[in-house]
């Protein structure tokens, strides 16, 4: 059996720009994206608070109250 090779397409340009230059300019006329700053800070601000809750919660618990009076009695 003769394997017969299909015949080839030619597809007709449709513009005379290569993907190249279009993907080239389309990244030279990207707009930066607008970056409120303001928000930003009060996310930074709200995580904050909300980590200094956590410290204060883990200082609390017994477990870890305990671990750290069993490493100041190690450190004397």
């Known amino acids: 059996m ?4 299909a015949p080839k397409v030619v597809l007709k340009s449709t513009t ?3 993907l190249n ?3 080239t300019n389309m990244l030279k006329n990207k707009q930066p994206m607008p970056v409120n700053i303001r928000a930003t800070m009060q ?6 608070a909300r980590n200094r809750r956590l410290a ?3 200082e ?3 477990s870890v109250q305990a ?3 069993l490493k100041q ?3 004397w």
């Open 2 to 5: 003769a394997a017969q090779s």
């Open 67 to 69: 671990a750290l009076k």
């Open 16 to 18: 005379k720009m290569s």
């Open 56 to 58: 204060q919660q883990m």
């Open 73 to 75: 009695g190690a450190a």
């Open 43 to 48: 996310q930074q601000q709200l995580a904050s």
């Open 60 to 62: 609390n618990r017994p």
């Open 21 to 23: 230059e279009r993907f």
